[in-house]
């Protein structure tokens, strides 16, 4: 088989950034009054895409709400640069072995362009 693209998750694959997205998502949400979670929630809607996150998060939620918290929560999140601490060990061997042999690399990820974007400055 000729692989020529391989395709890359960005949280939790390439970037160790599950408890970065876990603490902003708990910050933003208990500053606005809404009730602390355990921590392993917000571990397990990372990969959903923040809408159906914050529904299972905390049903009920209306659109407004969720305007507010996804705020708050870029707020944090982007006052932490990811640095290439943040890169999992060998990723970046990895990627550079792939771009060498010739082969296209690409992210998917549940993020919005803009936070993608944000993430790889």
Same mark, same amino acid.
């Given at each position: 088989?000729?692989?020529?693209?391989?395709?890359?998750?960005?949280?939790?694959?390439?970037?160790?950034?599950?408890?970065? %997205?876990?603490?902003?998502?708990?910050?933003? /949400?208990? &500053?606005?009054? @809404? $009730?602390?979670?355990? +921590? !392993?929630?917000?571990?397990? %809607?990372?990969?959903?895409?923040?809408?159906? /996150?914050? &529904?299972?998060? @905390? $049903?009920?939620?209306? +659109? !407004?709400?969720?305007?507010? %918290?996804?705020?708050?929560?870029?707020?944090?999140?982007?006052?932490?640069?990811?640095?290439?601490?943040?890169?999992?060990?060998?990723?970046?061997?990895?990627?550079?072995?792939?771009?060498?042999?010739?082969?296209?690399?690409?992210?998917?990820?549940?993020?919005?362009?803009?936070?993608?974007?944000?993430?790889?400055?």
């Amino acid at each position: 088989m000729d692989v020529k693209v391989v395709i890359f998750d960005w949280d939790g694959t390439l970037v160790d950034s599950v408890d970065h %997205i876990a603490d902003s998502l708990h910050q933003a /949400a208990t &500053e606005l009054g @809404y $009730p602390e979670l355990e +921590r !392993e929630a917000y571990r397990d %809607i990372i990969g959903l895409g923040m809408i159906e /996150a914050l &529904e299972k998060l @905390y $049903p009920g939620i209306t +659109r !407004e709400e969720m305007t507010t %918290i996804r705020e708050g929560y870029a707020r944090y999140f982007f006052a932490k640069v990811t640095t290439p601490q943040n890169v999992f060990e060998g990723m970046a061997d990895v990627l550079a072995d792939l771009r060498l042999a010739g082969r296209g690399c690409s992210v998917a990820t549940g993020k919005s362009r803009r936070g993608l974007e944000g993430a790889l400055v």
